[in-house]
Protein backbone atom coordinates (compact mmCIF):
# COMPACT_ATOMS: atom_id res chain seq x y z
CA UNK A 1 0.00 0.00 0.00
CA UNK A 2 1.34 3.61 -0.78
CA UNK A 3 1.47 5.66 2.37
CA UNK A 4 2.27 9.09 2.08
CA UNK A 5 5.26 10.84 3.66
CA UNK A 6 3.74 11.88 7.02
CA UNK A 7 2.37 8.41 6.98
CA UNK A 8 5.71 6.79 6.84
CA UNK A 9 6.68 9.21 9.89
CA UNK A 10 4.21 8.53 12.18
CA UNK A 11 4.96 4.60 11.15
CA UNK A 12 8.19 5.31 11.96
CA UNK A 13 7.17 6.67 15.52
CA UNK A 14 7.92 10.55 14.95
CA UNK A 15 4.11 11.07 16.26
CA UNK A 16 4.33 9.59 19.48
CA UNK A 17 3.65 5.83 20.41
CA UNK A 18 -0.21 5.53 20.01
CA UNK A 19 -0.09 6.95 16.01
CA UNK A 20 2.36 4.45 15.58
CA UNK A 21 0.37 1.89 16.56
CA UNK A 22 -2.63 2.67 15.26
CA UNK A 23 -0.74 3.15 11.62
CA UNK A 24 0.68 -0.10 12.18
CA UNK A 25 -2.81 -1.32 12.51
CA UNK A 26 -3.92 0.27 9.40
CA UNK A 27 -0.75 -0.64 7.18
CA UNK A 28 -1.30 -4.19 8.04
CA UNK A 29 -4.98 -4.33 7.80
CA UNK A 30 -4.17 -2.54 3.78
CA UNK A 31 -1.73 -4.74 3.06
CA UNK A 32 -4.14 -7.75 3.86
CA UNK A 33 -6.70 -6.50 2.01
CA UNK A 34 -5.20 -5.10 -0.85
CA UNK A 35 -5.48 -1.33 -0.93
CA UNK A 36 -3.84 0.99 -2.70
CA UNK A 37 -3.89 3.62 0.06
CA UNK A 38 -4.92 4.72 2.78
CA UNK A 39 -8.16 7.14 2.23
CA UNK A 40 -9.65 10.17 4.48
CA UNK A 41 -12.35 9.53 6.70
CA UNK A 42 -15.49 11.94 8.45
CA UNK A 43 -16.39 9.95 11.20
CA UNK A 44 -16.27 6.70 13.37
CA UNK A 45 -17.68 4.56 15.74
CA UNK A 46 -15.46 2.86 18.17
CA UNK A 47 -16.92 -1.32 19.33
CA UNK A 48 -15.60 -2.86 22.32
CA UNK A 49 -16.45 -0.60 25.07
CA UNK A 50 -18.04 -3.29 27.47
CA UNK A 51 -15.62 -4.25 30.34
CA UNK A 52 -17.36 -7.62 30.00
CA UNK A 53 -15.91 -8.43 26.89
CA UNK A 54 -12.55 -5.96 27.27
CA UNK A 55 -11.28 -7.70 30.29
CA UNK A 56 -8.29 -6.47 31.89
CA UNK A 57 -6.64 -6.80 28.88
CA UNK A 58 -8.44 -4.78 26.62
CA UNK A 59 -8.17 -1.94 29.48
CA UNK A 60 -4.50 -1.98 29.48
CA UNK A 61 -4.51 -1.08 25.71
CA UNK A 62 -6.66 1.31 25.79
CA UNK A 63 -4.88 2.92 28.65
CA UNK A 64 -1.59 2.54 26.95
CA UNK A 65 -2.93 4.50 23.80
CA UNK A 66 -4.45 7.12 25.96
CA UNK A 67 -1.19 7.83 27.24
CA UNK A 68 -0.27 10.09 24.37
CA UNK A 69 -2.86 9.16 21.97
CA UNK A 70 -5.95 11.29 20.61
CA UNK A 71 -9.04 10.82 17.63
CA UNK A 72 -8.38 13.54 15.23
CA UNK A 73 -12.05 13.14 13.89
CA UNK A 74 -15.79 12.88 15.22
CA UNK A 75 -15.64 9.60 17.13
CA UNK A 76 -18.88 7.67 19.38
CA UNK A 77 -18.29 4.91 20.92
CA UNK A 78 -20.63 1.96 21.44
CA UNK A 79 -22.63 0.51 24.58
CA UNK A 80 -20.98 0.11 27.72
CA UNK A 81 -21.29 -2.92 30.54
CA UNK A 82 -23.67 -0.85 32.56
CA UNK A 83 -25.57 2.67 32.45
CA UNK A 84 -22.58 4.99 33.58
CA UNK A 85 -25.13 6.49 35.92
CA UNK A 86 -27.60 4.48 37.56
CA UNK A 87 -25.79 1.22 36.97
CA UNK A 88 -26.72 0.14 40.73
CA UNK A 89 -30.37 -0.04 39.73
CA UNK A 90 -28.88 -2.21 37.07
CA UNK A 91 -27.29 -4.74 39.52
CA UNK A 92 -24.28 -4.45 38.10
CA UNK A 93 -21.24 -4.70 41.71
CA UNK A 94 -18.75 -2.29 42.45
CA UNK A 95 -16.03 -4.02 41.21
CA UNK A 96 -17.11 -4.30 37.56
CA UNK A 97 -18.32 -0.69 37.80
CA UNK A 98 -15.29 0.65 38.68
CA UNK A 99 -13.05 -1.35 36.04
CA UNK A 100 -16.26 -0.23 33.25
CA UNK A 101 -15.38 3.79 34.54
CA UNK A 102 -11.97 3.15 33.44
CA UNK A 103 -12.84 1.92 30.11
CA UNK A 104 -15.04 5.12 30.12
CA UNK A 105 -12.39 7.15 31.21
CA UNK A 106 -9.22 5.91 28.76
CA UNK A 107 -12.19 6.24 26.08
CA UNK A 108 -12.24 9.87 27.22
CA UNK A 109 -8.65 10.56 27.50
CA UNK A 110 -8.14 9.31 23.95
CA UNK A 111 -10.99 12.98 23.23
CA UNK A 112 -13.74 10.19 22.30
CA UNK A 113 -17.50 11.67 22.61
CA UNK A 114 -18.34 8.70 25.39
CA UNK A 115 -22.24 8.30 24.05
CA UNK A 116 -22.07 4.82 24.60
CA UNK A 117 -24.91 3.88 22.08
CA UNK A 118 -25.25 1.33 18.76
CA UNK A 119 -27.14 4.07 17.16
CA UNK A 120 -24.78 7.08 16.96
CA UNK A 121 -26.96 8.08 13.72
CA UNK A 122 -30.11 8.96 16.27
CA UNK A 123 -27.82 11.06 18.49
CA UNK A 124 -25.83 13.53 16.26
CA UNK A 125 -22.93 11.05 14.55
CA UNK A 126 -24.87 10.57 10.93
CA UNK A 127 -22.64 10.93 8.22
CA UNK A 128 -24.20 11.69 4.49
CA UNK A 129 -24.56 9.95 1.33
CA UNK A 130 -20.96 8.83 -0.01
CA UNK A 131 -18.60 10.04 3.29
CA UNK A 132 -15.82 7.56 3.98
CA UNK A 133 -15.95 6.53 7.49
CA UNK A 134 -14.82 3.54 9.65
CA UNK A 135 -17.27 2.40 12.29
CA UNK A 136 -17.33 -1.23 14.24
CA UNK A 137 -20.56 -2.69 15.58
CA UNK A 138 -22.38 -4.58 13.06
CA UNK A 139 -25.73 -2.93 13.11
CA UNK A 140 -24.54 0.49 12.99
CA UNK A 141 -22.45 -0.37 9.90
CA UNK A 142 -25.34 -2.18 8.11
CA UNK A 143 -27.71 1.15 8.90
CA UNK A 144 -24.65 3.41 7.45
CA UNK A 145 -23.98 1.36 4.59
CA UNK A 146 -27.73 1.12 2.83
CA UNK A 147 -30.24 3.82 5.19
CA UNK A 148 -27.35 6.21 4.66
CA UNK A 149 -25.19 5.98 2.17
CA UNK A 150 -22.08 6.29 3.83
CA UNK A 151 -19.13 4.14 2.88
CA UNK A 152 -17.61 1.68 5.65
CA UNK A 153 -16.19 -2.16 6.15
CA UNK A 154 -17.05 -3.92 8.85
CA UNK A 155 -14.23 -2.55 11.61
CA UNK A 156 -13.10 -4.27 14.70
CA UNK A 157 -12.97 -2.19 17.86
CA UNK A 158 -9.06 -1.78 17.42
CA UNK A 159 -8.99 -0.86 13.47
CA UNK A 160 -11.64 2.04 14.49
CA UNK A 161 -9.78 3.46 17.17
CA UNK A 162 -6.67 3.41 14.81
CA UNK A 163 -8.42 5.01 11.94
CA UNK A 164 -10.22 7.67 14.26
CA UNK A 165 -6.43 8.28 15.78
CA UNK A 166 -5.07 8.69 12.45
CA UNK A 167 -7.90 10.10 10.62
CA UNK A 168 -8.04 7.56 7.76
CA UNK A 169 -8.85 4.35 6.63
CA UNK A 170 -7.32 1.46 4.20
CA UNK A 171 -9.42 1.94 0.79
CA UNK A 172 -11.05 -1.12 0.19
CA UNK A 173 -13.85 -3.27 0.68
CA UNK A 174 -17.26 -1.19 0.59
CA UNK A 175 -15.33 1.59 0.31
CA UNK A 176 -15.08 0.73 -3.66
CA UNK A 177 -18.57 1.31 -5.49
CA UNK A 178 -18.15 -2.13 -7.38
CA UNK A 179 -17.95 -4.00 -4.01
CA UNK A 180 -21.53 -2.21 -2.97
CA UNK A 181 -23.61 -4.15 -5.94
CA UNK A 182 -26.25 -6.34 -5.03
CA UNK A 183 -26.07 -9.70 -5.75
CA UNK A 184 -29.39 -11.31 -5.55
CA UNK A 185 -32.95 -9.81 -5.84
CA UNK A 186 -34.89 -10.74 -3.35
CA UNK A 187 -38.94 -10.78 -3.49
CA UNK A 188 -40.23 -9.84 -0.24
CA UNK A 189 -44.22 -11.94 -0.68
CA UNK A 190 -44.64 -11.38 2.93
CA UNK A 191 -46.72 -9.19 5.37
CA UNK A 192 -44.03 -7.23 7.07
CA UNK A 193 -44.84 -4.23 9.37
CA UNK A 194 -43.91 -4.54 12.88
CA UNK A 195 -40.12 -4.64 14.02
CA UNK A 196 -40.88 -7.87 15.19
CA UNK A 197 -41.37 -8.58 11.53
CA UNK A 198 -38.24 -6.82 10.57
CA UNK A 199 -36.37 -9.10 12.95
CA UNK A 200 -37.58 -12.24 11.30
CA UNK A 201 -36.98 -10.65 7.54
CA UNK A 202 -33.35 -10.29 8.40
CA UNK A 203 -32.90 -13.91 10.13
CA UNK A 204 -35.01 -15.58 7.25
CA UNK A 205 -32.96 -13.96 4.66
CA UNK A 206 -29.49 -13.89 6.50
CA UNK A 207 -30.06 -18.19 6.50
CA UNK A 208 -31.22 -18.01 2.60
CA UNK A 209 -28.70 -15.50 1.58
CA UNK A 210 -25.94 -15.59 3.81
CA UNK A 211 -23.62 -12.80 3.28
CA UNK A 212 -24.88 -12.19 -0.63
CA UNK A 213 -26.08 -8.36 -0.84
CA UNK A 214 -29.75 -8.78 -1.26
CA UNK A 215 -32.23 -5.83 -3.88
CA UNK A 216 -35.31 -6.39 -1.70
CA UNK A 217 -38.60 -5.76 -3.88
CA UNK A 218 -42.04 -5.58 -2.77
CA UNK A 219 -41.25 -4.03 0.72
CA UNK A 220 -43.55 -0.62 0.43
CA UNK A 221 -42.08 1.32 3.33
CA UNK A 222 -40.14 1.20 6.11
CA UNK A 223 -39.49 3.53 8.91
CA UNK A 224 -35.83 4.05 10.58
CA UNK A 225 -37.26 1.83 13.78
CA UNK A 226 -37.83 -0.65 10.99
CA UNK A 227 -34.58 -0.57 9.05
CA UNK A 228 -32.24 -0.02 12.63
CA UNK A 229 -33.89 -3.41 13.88
CA UNK A 230 -33.77 -5.18 10.21
CA UNK A 231 -29.89 -3.98 10.44
CA UNK A 232 -29.26 -5.53 12.96
CA UNK A 233 -30.92 -9.02 12.55
CA UNK A 234 -29.57 -9.57 8.72
CA UNK A 235 -25.65 -8.49 9.65
CA UNK A 236 -26.33 -10.89 12.65
CA UNK A 237 -27.59 -13.90 10.88
CA UNK A 238 -26.00 -13.10 7.59
CA UNK A 239 -22.85 -11.16 8.10
CA UNK A 240 -24.55 -8.66 5.63
CA UNK A 241 -22.80 -5.49 5.84
CA UNK A 242 -25.26 -3.62 2.85
CA UNK A 243 -28.24 -4.39 1.54
CA UNK A 244 -30.85 -2.46 -0.99
CA UNK A 245 -34.33 -2.25 -0.92
CA UNK A 246 -36.28 -0.73 -4.20
CA UNK A 247 -37.38 2.94 -3.39
CA UNK A 248 -36.17 3.01 0.01
CA UNK A 249 -32.45 3.12 0.30
CA UNK A 250 -29.83 5.65 -1.19
CA UNK A 251 -27.29 3.75 -3.38
CA UNK A 252 -27.69 2.84 -6.59
CA UNK A 253 -27.01 -0.78 -7.64
CA UNK A 254 -27.85 -3.36 -10.48
CA UNK A 255 -30.34 -5.82 -10.12
CA UNK A 256 -29.29 -9.09 -10.10
CA UNK A 257 -30.95 -11.54 -12.22
CA UNK A 258 -30.37 -14.31 -9.14
CA UNK A 259 -34.26 -14.44 -7.19
CA UNK A 260 -35.08 -15.58 -3.56
CA UNK A 261 -38.23 -15.49 -2.50
CA UNK A 262 -39.66 -14.79 1.70
CA UNK A 263 -43.11 -15.73 2.39
CA UNK A 264 -45.30 -15.50 4.92
CA UNK A 265 -44.16 -18.96 6.30
CA UNK A 266 -40.28 -17.93 5.81
CA UNK A 267 -41.15 -14.90 8.63
CA UNK A 268 -43.48 -17.27 10.74
CA UNK A 269 -40.69 -20.40 10.59
CA UNK A 270 -37.61 -17.29 11.35
CA UNK A 271 -40.14 -16.90 14.77
CA UNK A 272 -40.65 -20.02 15.77
CA UNK A 273 -36.92 -20.85 15.65
CA UNK A 274 -36.36 -17.80 18.19
CA UNK A 275 -39.41 -18.38 20.40
CA UNK A 276 -38.48 -21.61 22.35
CA UNK A 277 -41.12 -22.65 24.90
CA UNK A 278 -40.33 -21.18 28.59
CA UNK A 279 -41.67 -18.44 31.25
CA UNK A 280 -40.37 -15.25 30.49
CA UNK A 281 -38.65 -13.97 33.46
CA UNK A 282 -36.90 -10.95 31.53
CA UNK A 283 -38.42 -8.10 28.84
CA UNK A 284 -35.54 -6.86 27.13
CA UNK A 285 -36.15 -3.83 24.37
CA UNK A 286 -33.59 -1.40 22.18
CA UNK A 287 -31.77 -3.69 20.70
CA UNK A 288 -30.83 -1.65 18.97
CA UNK A 289 -30.74 0.90 21.01
CA UNK A 290 -34.61 2.62 21.06
CA UNK A 291 -35.34 5.53 19.44
CA UNK A 292 -37.73 8.70 20.37
CA UNK A 293 -40.51 6.91 18.94
CA UNK A 294 -40.08 3.82 20.48
CA UNK A 295 -40.02 5.33 23.77
CA UNK A 296 -43.20 7.08 22.98
CA UNK A 297 -44.92 4.00 21.70
CA UNK A 298 -44.02 2.19 24.60
CA UNK A 299 -44.98 4.71 26.91
CA UNK A 300 -48.76 4.86 25.51
CA UNK A 301 -48.79 1.46 25.88
CA UNK A 302 -47.54 1.26 29.74
CA UNK A 303 -49.55 4.52 30.90
CA UNK A 304 -51.35 3.51 34.58
CA UNK A 305 -50.07 -0.03 34.00
CA UNK A 306 -47.27 -1.83 36.43
CA UNK A 307 -44.85 -4.56 35.10
CA UNK A 308 -44.62 -8.21 36.77
CA UNK A 309 -41.69 -8.97 35.74
CA UNK A 310 -37.82 -7.73 35.18
CA UNK A 311 -38.34 -5.23 31.90
CA UNK A 312 -35.46 -3.13 30.48
CA UNK A 313 -35.05 -0.54 27.11
CA UNK A 314 -31.80 0.42 26.19
CA UNK A 315 -31.50 3.42 25.09
CA UNK A 316 -28.76 6.26 24.32
CA UNK A 317 -28.58 8.45 27.38
CA UNK A 318 -28.99 11.94 24.73
CA UNK A 319 -32.42 9.81 23.84
CA UNK A 320 -33.20 9.42 27.49
CA UNK A 321 -32.94 13.16 28.27
CA UNK A 322 -35.13 14.10 25.31
CA UNK A 323 -37.46 11.54 26.92
CA UNK A 324 -37.96 13.12 30.07
CA UNK A 325 -38.37 16.52 28.83
CA UNK A 326 -41.44 15.22 26.71
CA UNK A 327 -42.50 13.07 30.11
CA UNK A 328 -42.32 9.84 27.98
CA UNK A 329 -39.77 8.85 30.80
CA UNK A 330 -41.49 9.31 33.83
CA UNK A 331 -44.70 7.17 32.38
CA UNK A 332 -42.53 4.45 31.61
CA UNK A 333 -40.61 4.45 34.82
CA UNK A 334 -43.29 4.99 36.97
CA UNK A 335 -45.01 1.15 35.56
CA UNK A 336 -41.21 -0.20 36.95
CA UNK A 337 -39.67 -0.44 33.52
CA UNK A 338 -35.86 0.28 33.76
CA UNK A 339 -34.78 2.54 31.02
CA UNK A 340 -31.38 1.27 30.84
CA UNK A 341 -29.07 3.72 29.17
CA UNK A 342 -25.63 3.54 27.61
CA UNK A 343 -25.94 -0.15 27.69
CA UNK A 344 -27.63 -3.17 26.87
CA UNK A 345 -29.19 -6.81 27.73
CA UNK A 346 -25.66 -7.97 25.12
CA UNK A 347 -23.25 -6.54 27.04
CA UNK A 348 -24.23 -5.87 30.47
CA UNK A 349 -22.68 -8.84 32.57
CA UNK A 350 -25.95 -10.47 32.85
CA UNK A 351 -25.02 -14.36 32.74
CA UNK A 352 -27.10 -16.38 35.40
CA UNK A 353 -29.61 -13.93 36.40
CA UNK A 354 -32.38 -14.44 34.06
CA UNK A 355 -33.68 -17.71 32.24
CA UNK A 356 -36.02 -16.53 29.28
CA UNK A 357 -35.87 -13.53 27.26
CA UNK A 358 -38.88 -11.61 25.54
CA UNK A 359 -37.86 -9.38 22.68
CA UNK A 360 -38.75 -7.65 19.24
CA UNK A 361 -35.35 -7.99 18.56
CA UNK A 362 -33.87 -10.98 16.43
CA UNK A 363 -29.89 -10.03 17.43
CA UNK A 364 -31.04 -9.72 20.64
CA UNK A 365 -31.93 -13.40 20.74
CA UNK A 366 -28.74 -14.16 19.40
CA UNK A 367 -26.88 -12.50 22.55
CA UNK A 368 -29.27 -14.46 24.46
CA UNK A 369 -28.88 -17.11 23.70
CA UNK A 370 -24.84 -16.94 22.93
CA UNK A 371 -23.57 -14.68 25.66
CA UNK A 372 -26.19 -15.62 28.67
CA UNK A 373 -27.41 -18.79 27.60
CA UNK A 374 -30.76 -17.89 28.20
CA UNK A 375 -33.85 -19.01 26.48
CA UNK A 376 -36.15 -16.52 23.88
CA UNK A 377 -39.07 -15.76 23.23
CA UNK A 378 -39.16 -13.00 19.72
CA UNK A 379 -42.36 -11.33 19.44
CA UNK A 380 -43.90 -8.06 18.76
CA UNK A 381 -43.24 -4.46 21.16
CA UNK A 382 -46.88 -4.93 22.41
CA UNK A 383 -46.70 -8.38 22.88
CA UNK A 384 -43.56 -7.85 25.16
CA UNK A 385 -45.30 -5.60 27.10
CA UNK A 386 -48.08 -7.32 27.62
CA UNK A 387 -46.19 -9.90 29.09
CA UNK A 388 -44.41 -7.50 30.79
CA UNK A 389 -47.88 -6.09 32.62
CA UNK A 390 -49.96 -9.45 32.27
CA UNK A 391 -47.29 -12.28 32.39
CA UNK A 392 -49.43 -13.44 29.12
CA UNK A 393 -48.37 -14.46 25.55
CA UNK A 394 -50.81 -13.62 23.20
CA UNK A 395 -50.10 -14.77 19.91
FE1 LIG B 1 -26.95 -2.49 20.33
FE2 LIG B 1 -26.60 -4.21 22.23
FE3 LIG B 1 -28.27 -4.75 20.30
S1 LIG B 1 -25.03 -3.05 21.24
S2 LIG B 1 -27.44 -3.69 18.53
S3 LIG B 1 -28.47 -3.10 21.82
S4 LIG B 1 -26.86 -6.18 21.19
Known amino acids: MNLEKQDKEILDGKHGHAAQKSMEILAALGEIYGAEKLIPITSVQVAGVSYHNLGDAGLEYLEELAQDGKVSITTTLNPAGMDLVDWKKLGISKDFAEKQIKVINAFKKLGIETTATCTPYLIGNKPQLGEHIAWSESSAVCFA ?9 REGGPSALAAAIIGKTPKYGLH ?4 RQ ?18 ALGYALGKKIENKIPYIVGLKNANTDQ ?4 SASIATYGGTAIFHIEN ?3 NKTIIPKEKVE ?9 KNALTDNCAVDFVALGCPHASLRELKEISDMLKGKKVKITTWISTARKTKQEA ?31 KCMATNSAKACFYAHGSNNFKTKLGSTKQCINYAVNGVWNN
Open 145 to 153: NSVLGARTN
Open 176 to 179: LEKN
Open 182 to 199: AQVTVIANAKISTLDDFS
Open 227 to 230: LKIF
Open 248 to 250: ITP
Open 262 to 270: IHNTDIKNA
Open 324 to 354: EKLGILKTIEDSGVIVAADTCMAVAPLKGRF
